[in-house]
């Protein structure tokens, strides 16, 4: 492996990258639970305290500008008051929101309900965007694509990436690098993709169970190359990560820190490579770094960033 090179907050301010996919709006609501409900076996909340952040593919993004490098987000979104609530969000981040509108859209919402320190339930609101938008969406990919030096699709089966074959095939055309979050059981849409960055669970949802190290390393070479992948990067919580590519495999450790939420951790991981590689580095160069990011991130609370200072410290 090849040492990495020094990278100053200037370099990495010059990194563009375009992240494009399912956005959402994590609302929480929090509240003191002290009885339960005469109506039906279930806690009471006295909701006093309301918060919205980044979700999906609008975390990405904000994991990007954290970090120190430039992030435009493209989705779709509805014409609700949801999406403005988002995209003032993202703009209050520093993101440069890309949000293509469709009033028979509901803008992706998950509401969490929360009772002394702990999730009491889940509320999602959504449902699929029309050709027509996605449409309108890939026009603009089209203007957007040649300012960015890196694209990063970040897939969470909403839909808003369900033309991404041909996202990916714009961006090849460009020779730009693509970086994908992958979401499902089938990755025959990523064809053609830089990397792709699933974690256990969901390689294992493509390539099956694996009997030992040697098993694994074959499975996902086999499925780099069926997919014309330049890597695959396989994310191992605790076991740390490893790289898949065309000189064999790289396998970076975790680093041993204590873990309080995982949440969020493959939006880091991702952005922090793609925000490297838009930088100059090359894949190999920036896994110890996306691995450390990772590392950081789930010392922390929520859906959570990382900073120059902590990533480079």
Known sequence: MSPSPTLTPEQLAQSRILVVGDVMLDRYWYGNVDRISPEAPVPVVHVNHEEERNGGAANVAYNAVTLGAQSSLLSVVGDDAASHALQALVSKAGITPHLVRDAQLKTTVKLRVVGRQQQLI?????????????????????????????????????????????????????NKPIFIDPKGSSYQRYTGATVLTPNRAELQQVIGHWSSEEDLHT??????????????????SEEGMTLFDEQGHLHVSAQAR??????????????????????????????????RAGGIVVGKFGTATVSYQELFA
């Not at 699929?128 to 694509?145: D, E, K, M």
């Not at 499975?219 to 191992?236: E, G, P, V, Y």
């Open 219 to 236: 499975k996902a070479q086999n499925l780099r190359h069926q997919l014309q992948l330049d890597a695959l990067l396989l994310t191992r």
């Open 258 to 291: 204590e873990v309080y939420d995982v949440t969020g951790a493959g939006d880091t991981v991702i952005a922090t490579l793609a925000s490297l590689v838009g930088a100059g580095w090359t894949l190999r160069q920036a896994v110890p770094l996306a691995n």
């Open 122 to 174: 889940r509320l999602d609101f959504e449902n699929t965007p029309q050709a027509n938008v996605l449409a309108a969406q890939s026009a603009a990919f089209a203007q957007l694509l040649p300012k960015h030096d890196a694209v990063l699709f970040s897939d969470y089966g909403k839909g808003a990436l369900a033309q991404v074959h041909e996202l990916i095939g714009q961006a090849k055309a460009a």
